[in-house]
């Protein structure tokens, strides 16, 4: 497998996994840098490597009226803020070409959601950036379909591809986690990480917003752990139920920790 390097981090192989959290959106600076610092001393404390994430667009809502975000300018000084003062390096959402360039000048990694992850003209403008490129696998597609996306950016010359699992269409406004599917995108020699947060989500499910069910945030992480997943991928919030966004399927900020012993003594388990 080839390892991706993010900053100081190295991702698939024999290499811990990652950890991919923060809030779904930037509420505000403040909020922002709070999350960051605490996740980011947990990480510290446990060993294991941190990349930050939150989003500064939501374009993808449910409703019109549905918070966005602060937008690409904004979102991305916070974001650079964060970066440079609590050094930790970070991640967040493209929706459109446009905006990948200006994007790349802070991000280290550029993300590219699921519901565009068969986007060709996008996944080729990330790919020329030669940052580290994560695609969430769209719920629509097979794991086998993930080689033509691999592909795609791989003919731009970047091979820092990640691939994010976060569930699979299952009837109306309900996902489910078919876990073969880690094992059988890991074959095609890319790193693999396992969205926690929305293989819980209810697209639509609550009329004019997504719900969710984030009591099995947790062991789903844990059963990702225990196949071979690259990294975790968890949005977390010290108040889901007040988020401005996806709180039904964040991470109780208390709860992290924990998770995160389970999951290191899982992964030890696995290795042994």
């Not at 650079?80 to 991640?91: A, H, M, P, T």
Request: hydrophobic share 35%; net charge positive.
């Amino acid at each position: 497998m080839r390892e991706v390097r993010v900053g100081n981090i190295k991702i698939g192989g024999d290499n811990p996994p990652v950890l991919i959290a923060g809030p779904c959106v930037i509420e505000s600076e403040k909020d922002t840098i709070y999350h960051a610092q605490k996740i980011k001393k947990i990480t510290d404390k446990l060993r294991i490597p941190f990349i930050f994430k939150s989003s500064y667009d939501k374009a993808n809502r449910t409703s019109i009226t549905s918070y966005r975000g602060p937008g690409l300018e904004e979102g991305l000084k916070i974001l650079g803020k964060i970066k440079k003062e609590i050094g930790v390096c970070v991640l967040s959402d493209v929706h459109s070409k446009d905006e990948v360039r200006r994007a790349s000048e802070v991000l280290d990694v550029i993300q590219i959601p699921a519901f565009l992850s068969r986007q060709t003209d996008l996944l080729l403008e990330a790919g020329r950036t030669g940052r580290a490129v994560n695609i969430k696998k769209g719920q629509f597609l097979s794991p086998w379909d993930i080689q033509h996306i691999i592909t795609k950016i791989r003919s731009t010359g970047n091979k820092h591809i990640l691939i994010t699992e976060r569930g699979t269409s299952f009837g109306y406004n309900n996902l489910v986690s078919d876990f073969r599917s880690i094992i059988i995108m890991r074959s095609f020699g890319t790193p693999v990480i396992y969205d926690a947060s929305h293989s819980v989500q209810m697209p639509g499910g609550l009329g004019k917003s997504s719900g969710g069910d984030r009591r099995f945030i947790g062991p789903l992480m844990l059963a990702a752990t225990s196949v071979g997943s690259d990294g975790i991928f968890v949005e977390v919030h010290r108040n889901p139920a007040k988020a401005l966004c996806d709180g039904p399927n964040m991470l109780p900020l208390k709860e992290l920790e924990i998770t995160l012993v389970k999951l290191k003594k899982i992964r030890d388990a696995v290795k042994k």
